[in-house]
């Protein structure tokens, strides 16, 4: 038992140096190694409380107080009431702290890109494997682990629309029946994209969740001030984890500092879960027609719109 307790020592003393975490900065960031972890969970999740925060990393209450205290008055946290519990806060990055962050995600994960390029690929399966098993023995219960599990939201990369294209069209037909129509429009809506993109009123953005695209969504400018919101999709297994309501935030918010007035988005009445979500967001149903589309007879088709408000200065 000794001999395995000083091997686990060990690996813990490497792996600690090997990733830069007894620095007193992480990432040559303003943050500490924990600063970060708090940052990360924040960018991550969807508006959660302190204490629910505290608990999931094992964080001393008072010490979570401070940083997040610290984080406020630099600008990167804002607090909102609990529609569930007035007496209890929901933690949220402002623009600025998400700001703040992503370059410091980016730059974690080229320091990873570049620590497993040192191996080949079948050495770096068996890294990612053994890890894999040290969190499954050690950590919470694989259902409980998966629940909380956390995403990233990032834009498009080469290779994405043809996942957003081939998701599409697989679960659209799977589920409700609709054929290569469909997939048709969603292939020409990302080859617009992708010819006319222009950062300054377009994005899209994609869902990761264990290094898996589990969703997307777009905005596209439609007019001077009227953008368009698209392709909205969560993959089955991750629904439920908040990820299309962070989604449509996203595009809300982007909509906004784009300086558009309205956001609107075209669905089908069929389509519950994603109205649903769009009503929560505030859009409001303006338009419904009847059309047979998509091999599919009798849909309805809603035009949602929302009526955005300035960018703050």
Not at 243 to 266: M, V
């Amino acid at each position: 038992m000794d001999r395995q307790v000083d091997a686990v020592r060990s690996f813990n003393r490497f792996y600690t140096r090997r990733i830069g975490a007894l620095g007193e900065r992480h990432l040559d960031s303003p943050f500490s190694l924990t600063e970060m972890r708090v940052l990360y969970e924040l960018a991550h999740r969807d508006a959660p409380a302190a204490a629910d925060l505290g608990r999931d990393l094992g964080l001393d209450p008072g010490y979570l107080s401070r940083i997040l205290r610290r984080f406020e008055s630099r600008g990167l946290l804002g607090r909102h009431p609990s529609p569930a519990d007035a007496r209890q806060s929901l933690l949220r990055l402002t623009s600025k702290g998400r700001a703040a962050f992503a370059p410091l995600e980016a730059r974690a994960k080229g320091e990873v890109d570049a620590l497993l390029a040192q191996v080949g690929s079948r050495d770096r399966r068996q890294v990612v494997e053994a890890m894999d098993t040290i969190e499954r023995l050690l950590g919470a219960p694989r259902a409980t682990a998966d629940r909380a599990a956390p995403y990233l939201l990032r834009h498009h990369q080469p290779g994405d629309m043809g996942w957003v294209i081939h998701r599409h069209g697989a679960i659209y037909a799977r589920d409700w029946g609709y054929n290569q129509e469909f997939e048709a429009l969603v292939a020409r809506i990302c080859a617009d994209f992708l010819d006319h993109y222009d950062p300054s009123g377009e994005r899209c953005w994609i869902a990761e969740r264990d290094g898996e695209i589990v969703g997307s969504v777009f905005v596209v400018r439609k007019s001077k001030t009227v953008a368009k919101l698209r392709l909205l999709l969560v993959e089955p297994s991750a629904r439920g984890l908040g990820i299309g309501r962070r989604l449509i935030d996203e595009c809300i918010r982007f909509a906004q500092q784009a300086g558009y007035r309205k956001l609107t988005l075209w669905t089908q009445s069929e389509l519950d879960a994603a109205r649903r979500l769009y009503q929560q967001a505030g859009f409001h149903c303006v338009h419904r027609k009847a059309h047979h589309s998509f091999g599919r007879k009798n849909l309805v088709a809603e035009t949602w719109d929302l009526t955005l408000s300035p960018p703050r200065s």
